[in-house]
């Protein structure tokens, strides 16, 4: 039973559901169900897909991800950058509006679904890690610039194409003359009335004595003012018909149900996208879960957060949907509201349907500008230039990469982007790596303590080196660790022992350990010995059984103070030979 809960977490909360959480869940989904219609339907306009799309997209995956997620209040459904990603994915193999171009987003999200969930059953959550945070921020920064300058187009009723903000920005500046003003008056109208909502009508709020919980609600409702408000507009002064682009006909219905294709040259070309998409989602998916968990002091499993966000989205691509994952705004709105479980986006799933069934003859009159508004209000938020200047005062290699991965995203779209991002992110890790910091090490006098002979006044000793290498050694630093030591030799000629301080050394790969070998047979040629102290247990346990522990010319220490007073005469006994019974079993728990 505890493996089948493990794989079907709603098996967790589902035998405790009582009255109280059912209504607490209930009306977490109203609010969140009003928040979501007409962001659905602007991230849908995003993506390049018919509205209903986005309405689809948040039915099927929040029951889905009922049954197999482990947040009690994260809300999936479109979002900006996922949404964006998969624009520039399917903008690439088929022309927007055709039917092609809706196959291929279901199947972008047939392959997402299953990328995702293969990575959950492998347990494969870490491969998220290698998407650093300067790397995401860059690349959520210049994705929120892109997809604001996108939309102008709509807020000015011109027609404008690109996926990079260079190819959007020529475009508004060649069609600015075509500018439509109605369109214009009601798209600055909407993003000014959002804009002035999220800066002050909440302070205003709170100080007419609302509580602080319920003028956050009213702010984030705003936008479906500003959408009633636009559409009665839209209605009653025709303006459609004046030139106004509006939503026009949505199908009323409950989101078909379709069979995604199986063309494999189609599957080729989408899956470099598919995968980017899957990691960016989860990613944010797991971000904004385990932020809203920590504040409860629940958590999530971000294995299982990979099945469970999978099943979402091949829910979505069997039902009409597109790519979806986690999303911010809805999750902290869902939060707020009082969400106690997944079931409060099953009941905002119920809402959604609703709304698809009976709404969509009003939404027909909704100004796309008004949808561009909001796109851009919410965009913007995610936009963040301090974060560079932070990360270049702590690090200017993660500030590089944060930088690049803007500057890539912003000229050459957004899966180029975050593909420069993690190359260069792991290009300075292993360049990094390739060169630890090491310090030559000495006694504080008195103590037991060990540091470094430039930094501090330490007792050192001619014969005796101690070298400190914070880092594990591999293949990439393997070299420098014999040119190092080597070096540290030859300017001490009265040196008759090294002592390497491995307390950082978490690892020692087959590379690394050739390098030891060449070391230990160097070192005895030059009648000096090399000898490892605070060596962990699971390095030793490797160590052990090598041709370098057997030949190793010096000795094994618990500590950097029992090799200090060993080498130096003050003790007789502390010493093991590599690979010694009783060193082995008192390093093995560490």
Known sequence: MARLKRYLPILQWLTGYGRDTLANDLLAAVIVTVMLIPQSLAYAMLAGLPPEVGLYASIAPLFAYALFGTSRTLAVGPVAVVSLMTAAAI????????????????????????????????????????????????????????????????????????????????????????TH??????????????????????????????????ADMVVRAAPILAVAVTTLASWGLELGERGVAVVGEVPAGLPPLNLPSLDMTLWRELFVAALLISVVGFVESVSVGQTLAAKRRQRIDPDQELVGLGASNIAASFTGGMPVTGGFARSVVNFDAGAETPAAGAFTAVGIAIAALLLTPLIAYLPIATLAATIIVAVLSLVDFSAIRRTWAYSRSDAMAMLVTMIVTLGHGVESGILAGVGLSLALHLYNTSRPHSAVVGRLPGTEHFRNVKRHRVETDPRLAILRVDESLYFANSRYLEDLIMSLASREPGLAHIVLACQAVNTIDASALESLEAINTRLRDAEVKLHLAEAKGPVMDRLKHTDFCRELTGRVFLSTFDAWRYLRGESQHLGQPCGGTELANAGNPD
């Open 91 to 178: 903008g690439r193999v088929a022309p927007q509006g055709s039917p092609e171009y809706l196959g291929a987003a279901l199947v972008l999200a047939l392959m997402s679904g299953l990328i995702l969930t293969l990575m959950g059953v492998a347990r494969l959550g870490f491969l998220a890690n290698f998407l650093s945070h300067p790397v995401i921020s860059g690349f959520i920064t210049a994705s929120g610039l892109i997809i604001a300058a996108s939309q102008l187009k709509h807020l000015l009723g011109i027609e404008v194409s690109g996926h990079n903000l260079i190819e959007v920005s020529g475009g508004l500046v060649e069609s600015l003359r075509l």
């Open 181 to 214: 003003w109605p369109t214009l008056l009601i798209g600055i109208g909407a993003l000014a009335f959002l804009y002035a909502s999220r800066r002050w009508m909440g302070p205003g709020l709170r100080r007419l004595g609302l509580p602080a919980g319920s």
